[in-house]
């Protein structure tokens, strides 16, 4: 089973563009990348600059809106994430229980959506074997 961990930093949706974590914490945090790694169950991680560096698109009456960072109404947003690969939700919350989060970090849990999971009439669809394949083409 595929989980994607998603680190939502407290705060980080005021952050200036350009704000970095301190180097004491990227070493704990690469620390732990690196547990994820040797245990093989790390699939990809990536961490994001803050809202103030990115922009929306939102679909208004079906038309795209541009609105560029950072975003007055946001409450919570993403710092990073990371993508692996374990046997049970139960496993993926024991691997997120020991990262080196800081006290204004939450991690959220989210089980991947594979193919698998829809009904057999979308798995024979025409166009599923392209998006499995997609997937395992990226992975």
Known sequence: MRFMMLMIPKGYEQAKPGTLPEAKAVEAM?????ELQKAGVLLALE????PSMGARVTFVGGKPKVTDGPFAEATEVLGGFWMIQVKSKEEAIQWATRCPAAANETIEIRQILEMTDFPAEVQKARWAEGFTEMQTRNA
């Open 30 to 34: 690469m620390k732990y990348n690196e």
């Open 47 to 50: 961490g994001l600059h803050p």
